[in-house]
Each structure stands twice: as structure tokens, then as C-alpha cells.
């Protein structure tokens, strides 16, 4: 089976690498400052490294999607590696999520390692049989006996005036399915470290990338520059420690949290920020620890929010965590409508770091 798996990514009929897409969409980001001397890594960097290191230790693992070879990646995550492996490691695939993943995850099946690039999560519509009933059922309904180790890749979430059709956040879609992980990376360390553990593991993973922090740098370790670094999936990690307030979130708005909390330490609240780095398995022990300290919660994301990540965190702290509480859970989320296109409508419907002080203030009872 696994030859005849490797046979199909031979038939290179349509080449998708030359194809314009027309589906490229600018990233608007801005740089960080770091102190002076430390080494520092974008997010694109980091996801380039982890799946050039896994390749290069792993003949299983290979790459498809649109445009990941030739083009070097809509968001050039994937540049140098076609002239590395080859394309039969590395295949352009037809404007077709459906036929591509289904060829995944039947590559899957048959024991390889396939990394599956969505050129925005909002295309996996697409091929989402391909990826709950297919990929996420399998190990169950098999009784253990067939393992699908695939990764599916690419931006979530709101970019930059692109519309309602390219800017959903899809986590807590993919969170509410039993048999998928769903990773949200947020630095260069959580990218590099999490699609590695993606990579390596032997289930399904939804891997959600933000297409603004792919040109943010970050400083990073020794320790996460070397090709055996791994992040455990399943595990928190706490960004910034705080006593006055817990404030918990993933991907992007982590960022918006740390500054979030820079302000509110100026009016002598302590934020302790949490970033979730997992959404499935979620790390309930992590965040009712912090909330057991602080005993006031903020909960934030870009997703909508009913049936939303925060909707399930506030959830766990109120089963797990409720006598410890001295103020109601505030919860930010995107607003509850399709994302607009104007950008100032679209900022309107967005979470932003004054929203986050407003209700940390509110929790901790400094404002109305």
C-alpha cells in the first residue's frame, strides 16, 4: 500500500507550484524589540526549521498542499525544501483541499508522515470529512489498530482585511472533536517546538499558525534551537506571572495579554498571563492552579464566542475552581457576526489590548 501511496505523489500531472493561486494574502506585521544580544527567531523561521530538521530525520515525512513547492509556500513556511527532497517529498498539489487530504490521510494510513498546508484553515472546509471522519475516527473505530500520524497545517484566524471568508478562527471547531489534537502557537519557540511534537506524534494534529506573527520575531533558547527540542502537547505555559488576575488565552492575543498586563502593572494590578500553547488536550490544571492563586479570571480569544475555547475554560473553572472565585469570569471573544471587511469595523470585531485592561479591571473591581 505504502508504494502504491508513494506512486500517486509521483503523478505530477498538475503542477500547483506555478499555479497564481490568487489566494496570497500580505501579512501586516510589525517587529518586536528585544533586549540587545539575545538570539531571535521569526515564526516562519521556526516552522521552516522544525519541518526541515523532522524531514531530514524521517524519510516518512513529506510535505503537500498549494504552491508548497516550487513557490516556496504562499507564506514561504516551506522555502528550500523542495530543492532539499525532491518533489516526491515535497508536492505541489492541484486547488483541491478535498483531493489532497484525502490522499493524506490515506498516506497516513499507510504509514507515512504526511504535512498537509492549508493556505488559510478557512479552505479546510473543504476537506473537513477528510479530516473528522477519516483521520480524527479511525484509531477508535479501529480498536487501536490503525494510527494516523498527519499534521494539517496553515494560518487561522483574522489576518488583515480580507473578509469573513478568510478570517474565521476555527479552534473551538476543532477542539469539540474527540481523536484530533489542535496546537495554537504563539512565539517562535511554541512554533518550533509544537510542529515538531506535531510531526512526531501518532495522531492527528490541527496545527492553527497566525498569519501576523509569521514575520514577528522572538527571542529563543539554546536549548530550543537544538534539532531534539520538543514541547510537550497538553501543557500551558505561563508567559507572565501575576497575583491579582488571571488572564488566559492562545496564538495572537497572548500577545495582546503581555501588553494587556504591562498596563495594568502600571496601575499596580499583577496579571498572571497563561498562554494555552494546547487546545486539545487542554490544560485544566495549569489554569485552575493560576485561578486558585488569583481568583479572578480573563478569559480571551478572536473566535466567536458562543461554544467558544473561552466558553470551555470558563466552564472547567467553574466546576473545578468555583469557591475560589471572588469576582465573575470576564470573557472576551471576536464579535458574535461574520468578520466585516472595513478595517474599522473589522478592529471593532477583534479583540484589543484595551478590552483586556477593561475587564481585568472590572474583575479585580477598579472600574464599573
Not at 118 to 145: C, E, L, R, V
Request: proline share 5%; aromatic share 8%; glycine share 8%.
Amino acid at each position: 500500500i505504502r508504494e502504491k501511496m508513494w506512486g500517486i505523489l509521483r503523478q505530477r500531472g498538475i503542477d500547483g507550484g506555478g499555479l497564481s493561486l490568487r489566494r496570497t494574502r500580505s501579512a501586516l506585521v510589525s517587529a518586536r524589540s528585544y533586549a540587545a544580544g539575545s538570539k531571535e527567531m521569526t515564526v516562519r523561521d521556526a516552522l521552516n526549521s522544525a519541518i526541515d530538521e523532522e524531514m531530514s530525520a524521517d524519510p516518512k515525512v513529506f510535505v503537500m498542499g498549494e504552491e508548497v513547492g516550487q513557490y516556496q509556500g504562499a507564506y514561504k513556511i516551506t522555502k528550500g525544501l523542495l530543492e532539499k527532497y525532491g518533489p516526491e517529498r515535497v508536492y505541489d498539489t492541484p486547488i483541491t483541499e478535498a483531493g489532497f487530504t484525502g490522499i493524506g490521510v490515506g498516506a497516513a494510513y499507510a504509514g507515512l508522515k504526511p504535512v498537509v498546508e492549508f493556505m488559510t484553515f478557512n479552505f479546510s472546509m473543504q476537506a473537513i470529512d477528510h479530516i473528522i471522519n477519516s483521520a480524527a475516527k479511525s484509531n477508535y473505530m479501529s480498536a487501536g489498530q490503525i494510527n494516523v500520524p498527519i499534521v494539517f497545517r496553515g494560518p487561522n484566524g483574522a489576518a488583515a482585511g480580507v473578509g469573513a471568508q478568510h478570517s474565521q478562527c476555527y479552534a473551538a471547531w476543532y477542539a469539540s472533536v474527540p481523536g484530533l489534537k489542535v496546537l495554537a502557537p504563539y512565539s517562535a519557540e511554541d512554533a518550533r517546538g509544537l510542529l515538531k511534537a506535531a510531526i512526531r506524534d501518532p495522531d492527528p494534529v490541527v496545527f492553527l499558525e497566525n498569519e501576523l506573527l509569521y514575520g514577528e520575531s522572538f527571542p529563543i533558547s539554546e536549548e530550543a534551537l537544538d534539532s531534539s527540542f520538543c514541547l510537550p502537547i497538553g501543557k500551558a505555559k505561563i508567559e507572565r506571572e501575576g497575583k491579582d488576575v488571571t488572564i488566559v488565552t492562545f496564538s495572537k492575543m497572548v500577545g495582546f495579554a503581555l501588553k494587556a498586563a504591562e498596563k495594568l502593572a502600571e496601575e499596580g494590578i499583577s496579571a498572571e498571563v497563561i498562554n494555552l500553547r494546547s487546545i486539545r488536550p487542554l490544560d485544566r490544571e495549569t489554569i485552575n492552579a493560576s485561578v486558585r492563586k488569583t481568583s479572578r479570571l480573563v478569559t480571551v480569544e478572536e473566535g466567536f464566542p458562543q461554544h467558544g475555547v473561552c466558553a470551555e475554560i470558563c466552564a472547567s473553572v467553574v466546576e473545578e475552581s468555583f469557591s475560589y472565585l471572588d469576582a465573575p469570569v470576564e470573557r472576551i471573544a471576536g464579535a458574535d457576526v461574520p468578520m466585516p471587511y472595513a478595517a474599522n469595523l473589522e478592529r471593532l470585531a477583534l479583540p484589543q489590548v484595551e478590552d483586556i485592561v477593561r475587564a481585568a479591571k472590572r474583575a479585580c473591581y477598579r472600574s464599573k
